[in-house]
């Protein structure tokens, strides 16, 4: 036994010593030095500040799940890129961390910072299970009048990870982070041809950005040409704040992608399920802004919507049309591909929404500056939400902007004497506040249980049957537990 134990520890000393480190200070000496790396390899990038540096981190030997091949700053946030810098990776499990791009920005209209995708996708494959990790793209914008769109991070391949990194700071049109899907020659818009992505998108903090109009979201996944595919993304446990007048902070153009356990604090706009099909936010936490009028929830447009047990509180842009705790949106008669389909089937159950002004949930509205003819959504359920309105709000919980919309509205509570059909009046005494969050007891419905729990598996996910339908506190993600690790 002694001699097997001893050939084992023997076996894995000869594994980590075959690991090599290699130092390098310019593009020119990574690319020598990816001749030599293997599996389990670390490239090292000596401190220091860098102008112009177009890093291309390309492996034609690949990592394995357990031995990535890692290139990283010397000290994590001491590698500092800005002008036209870039960094672009390739390849089977590779991993890039504690990099810092700040200050002066002069990249052309369409780069992004960095990209999880070649230069050119003739050359290379796409990248599969990479992974971008403790870094920050700080204020490295170009400005808004540049007209210049681009991203922060571009997502390509499969698989891929982006966790505990910061952003803040930009100015121009494009969201920050971006998932996109891989088109051939043959792709057929708006199908699901595209190849499922499986990103994994987590831990990161998305400060102060603005743009004046639509294209300046912070995450935005797929666009509308691709947003038949089945993305199968994960996006879970980020913290949003300070995104300026744009009215989609998240942006979903794609399908079956989970959206869980996310905070939202202080932002102009909303959770928005915007194309696709069959995608699910639960877990969320969303507090409005303070006097800016301009705060939204959830929007939800497309069919199969699931949206349950989310915690909304202050949201203050009720006086505009699109913006509401929850809106269900109708669609365009004739919808062209990158227009509105009614949000027929949507399920939006056990969500708790506190002190918004207006109606909490609005059903049908619709997109009027377009100018088009609208069609209803249908199916649509609402069941065991909890609106708890503020002491001066005296606008109904529901409001159904079309007589034509088909829905079912039950075992809902409201604290107001409102007289709904489908709202249950509760007193005071029967909400609960525990770490400064109201909840009721709901019974939860059988059927969508077993419903919820189905679709969750598809990401698997396994949830207990309280989670459905309780919020908890730790699902508010803490500011200083995302983010570069460094800057925290």
């Known amino acids: 036994m002694n001699r097997i134990v001893l050939l084992f520890n023997l076996f894995f000393s000869v594994l980590f010593c075959n690991a090599n480190s290699f130092v390098v200070s310019t593009n020119q000496e990574l690319q020598k030095v990816l001749n030599k790396v293997?599996?389990?390899?670390?490239?090292?990038?000596?401190?220091?500040?860098?102008?112009?540096?177009?890093?291309?981190?390309?492996?034609?030997?690949?990592?394995?799940?357990?031995?990535?091949?890692?290139?990283?700053?010397?000290?994590?946030?001491?590698?500092?890129?800005?002008?036209?810098?870039?960094?672009?990776?390739?390849?089977?499990?590779?991993?890039?961390?504690?990099?810092?791009?700040?200050?002066?920005?002069?990249?052309?209209?369409?780069?992004?910072?960095?990209?999880?995708s070649p230069e050119s996708s003739n050359k290379y494959d796409l990248p599969n299970h990479c992974r971008v990790t403790n870094c920050a793209i700080l204020n490295y914008s170009v400005t808004e009048e540049s007209g210049k769109n681009n991203n922060?991070?571009?997502?390509?391949?499969?698989?891929?990870?982006?966790?505990?990194?910061?952003?803040?700071?930009?100015?121009?049109?494009?969201?920050?982070v971006v998932v996109n899907y891989f088109e051939n020659?043959?792709?057929?818009?708006?199908?699901?041809?595209?190849?499922?992505?499986?990103?994994?998108?987590?831990?990161?903090?998305?400060?102060?950005?603005?743009?004046?109009?639509?294209?300046?979201?912070?995450?935005?996944?797929?666009?509308?040409?691709?947003?038949?595919?089945?993305?199968?993304?994960?996006?879970?446990?980020?913290?949003?704040?300070?995104?300026k007048i744009e009215a989609e902070v998240i942006s979903n153009k794609s399908c079956n992608n989970l959206y869980r356990f996310n905070t939202l604090i202080g932002n102009d706009g909303a959770l928005v399920l915007r194309h696709g099909t069959d995608c699910i936010a639960y877990g969320n936490y969303i507090l409005g802004n303070k006097n800016n009028k301009l705060s939204g929830g959830i929007r939800i447009v497309n069919p199969r919507q699931l949206v349950f047990n989310n915690y909304i509180e202050n949201i203050e842009g009720a006086d505009r049309s699109m913006k509401a705790s929850i809106v269900v949106m109708s669609g365009f008669e004739g919808a062209g591909i990158n227009?509105?389909?009614?949000?027929?089937?949507?399920?939006?159950?056990?969500?708790?929404?506190?002190?918004?002004?207006?109606?909490?949930?609005?059903?049908?509205?619709?997109?009027?500056?377009?100018?088009?003819?609208?069609?209803?959504p249908k199916d649509v359920l609402f069941l065991g939400n909890l609106v708890i309105n503020a002491p001066d709000n005296i606008e109904t919980p529901f409001k159904n902007y079309d007589d034509l919309a088909t829905y079912k509205l039950t075992n809902n509570f409201n604290n107001g004497n409102f007289n709904i059909q489908g709202f249950n009046t509760v007193s005071n005494n029967e909400i609960s506040n525990e770490n400064g969050l109201f909840s009721i007891n709901r019974l939860l419905d059988s059927e969508l249980k077993i419903k919820i729990i189905n679709r969750l598996k598809s990401f698997n996910v396994d949830i207990d049957e309280k989670d459905i339908s309780i919020f908890k506190s730790e699902w508010i993600v803490s500011k200083k537990n995302v983010g570069a690790i460094w800057l925290n």
């Open 185 to 243: 020659e043959n792709y057929v818009k708006g199908s699901d041809q595209a190849p499922s992505t499986y990103h994994h998108i987590h831990h990161n903090y998305f400060g102060y950005r603005t743009y004046s109009s639509n294209g300046g979201e912070q995450i935005r996944v797929g666009v509308s040409g691709t947003s038949g595919t089945k993305g199968f993304n994960l996006i879970e446990y980020n913290y949003f704040e300070e995104t």
């Open 339 to 376: 227009e509105y389909y009614p949000a027929d089937k949507a399920i939006i159950a056990y969500n708790t929404i506190v002190n918004s002004t207006g109606n909490a949930i609005k059903l049908s509205v619709g997109n009027v500056s377009k100018g088009k003819s609208l069609v209803p």
């Open 38 to 116: 293997k599996a389990g390899d670390s490239i090292i990038w000596k401190n220091g500040e860098y102008k112009n540096e177009r890093i291309l981190f390309y492996s034609s030997r690949n990592g394995t799940e357990k031995n990535p091949i890692l290139l990283c700053a010397e000290s994590a946030g001491k590698v500092l890129f800005y002008g036209n810098s870039q960094l672009f990776l390739s390849g089977d499990y590779l991993k890039i961390e504690g990099f810092k791009f700040e200050g002066d920005c002069t990249l052309s209209d369409g780069e992004p910072v960095i990209s999880f």
């Open 152 to 176: 922060y991070v571009a997502i390509g391949g499969t698989y891929n990870e982006l966790d505990h990194c910061s952003f803040s700071g930009k100015l121009n049109k494009g969201p920050t």
